[in-house]
Structures are given as C-alpha cells and as structure tokens.
C-alpha cells in the first residue's frame, strides 16, 4: 500500500448523514484519484485531481464531493444525495512524470445502517 | 471510450501448474495496460504494465503479461502458480491524456478471481 494511508478502516454512517473519507499520500504524487468498488463491477471512478485546487468528475460523481487543498490530501465526502453509499472505497495516486500506473490505498470500507 | 473486458469470473489452478488469466481491451491511439492484484479487504497492489517495447513483460512475483496487438489482448501468466497467488485480479487500460482531454484515467475490468489449490 505504499505511502498511500485511508482512515478510517471501517465506517458506519446512518442514513441521512454526511461522512468524509480521508487520503493523504506522502509520495510527492501529482494526482490523486477516488474509486469505489462494489462486488462483481471492479472499480468505477469517482472525482480525480491533476493539481492543487483543481478536480474533475469520474463516471459515478453523483453524491460525492472532493477538495483538493493540499497536494498530499484529497478527501472523499459521501453526502445523503448518495442513494447506495455502501460499498468499499479506494484512493490512488500517481506521479505525473511517471510510467502512468497509479498506487492505492488500503481503502475503506463504507456500511450504512 | 477505451474498454477492458476480462470474460473469465474465475480461474482455477492447481499449485505448480502454468496460470493464465485474460484480458481484452478496447482503446484509440497506442494502448497503455496494466495488471493489478488485490487480497480481501486490501488496496491494489501494482504487478506490471506494458508502455511499448516487448511484447512479454515481467513483473512482480513472477507474474508475466503478453501483449497481442493484433488480438486486443494483454493475458496475464505465471509459468508456476503458488496457493499465495489466491486473489482477485484486474486488468486496466489508459484513457486518453491531458492533450485530448482526458486525465490520464484508468478503465478497469470487473476482475478475474484466482484460486490456486493444494
């Protein structure tokens, strides 16, 4: 898992509420990216960063939101508007000046009860 | 829209015998592909990548991968498959990059589950 640190490990949120997943790597990475992976649908791209105060949306935006402040952090915040939340999410890295293969977190688990 | 297609859910193997896992892909330009394994409730750990150059690529833990751009496909392989080797395995393709609009993402296939038994 590298330089890549996600807290918390596990995460249980009540219907209705807001949770922020963290990510902070130590790597010097220029890009950070969020995936969630759902059994059987591999992972699917939720927001990515190329630079400081910058991100885009993935294929699966809807609910979530992102800041990109600090090179090192990009925090995930799974909103209500999320209409499935649960599932397990991952957060990568990747050095631009790189072969292109991104790093990954040990992720978290998200459980709504 | 680049793609990856791994048509196989699961693999069975017994240990010391040659493993393949496939992959397909889909992609504009010069394709960018990457195997990557995961353990239960683990991040994914990088195993190799093909930029150009040989077809045959090695990597981590004495994975291999060849590329067949004729076929699409970039298999994945081991000559000896150990009960370790137990995991789920994904294939990616690179999108486009920053000059065509794209940022540089990774496309995933759904994975193949490898199991290795005594």
């Known amino acids: 898992d590298g330089g890549i640190t996600q807290s918390p490990k596990y995460l249980f949120r009540k219907e209705g509420q807001n949770v922020t997943l963290s990510c902070e790597q130590n790597?010097?990475?220029?890009?950070m990216y969020w995936y969630r992976q759902d059994p059987g649908q591999g992972l699917r791209l939720i927001y990515y960063s190329q630079i400081v105060n910058d991100f885009q949306k993935g294929d699966i935006a809807e609910g979530y939101s992102v800041s990109r402040e600090k090179k090192e952090s990009f925090p995930l915040t799974v909103t209500s508007a999320q209409k499935n939340p649960t599932a397990f999410y991952l957060c990568?890295?990747?050095?631009?000046?790189?072969?292109?293969?991104?790093?990954f977190g040990p992720g978290t688990r998200l459980t709504v009860l | 829209a680049q793609s990856v297609a791994q048509p196989e859910d699961q693999v069975n193997v017994a240990e010391g015998n040659p493993l393949t896992v496939k992959c397909t892909y889909s992609v504009s330009g010069n394709p960018y592909l990457f195997w990557y394994v995961q353990y239960p409730n683990r991040g994914l750990q990088f195993l190799l990548k093909?930029?150009?150059?040989?077809?045959l690529v090695k990597g981590s833990y004495g994975f291999e991968a060849e590329f067949n751009k004729s076929q699409t496909s970039f298999h994945l392989k081991k000559p000896s498959a150990l009960v370790s080797d137990s995991a789920l395995y994904f294939c990616a393709v690179r999108g486009p990059g920053l000059l065509t609009g794209g940022g540089n993402k990774l496309t995933f296939g759904t994975g193949t589950q490898l199991k290795v038994e005594l």
């Open positions: 990568a890295s990747r050095l631009k000046s790189g072969g292109y293969e991104q790093f």
């Open positions: 093909y930029i150009t150059g040989d077809n």
């Open positions: 790597l010097n990475h220029d890009a």
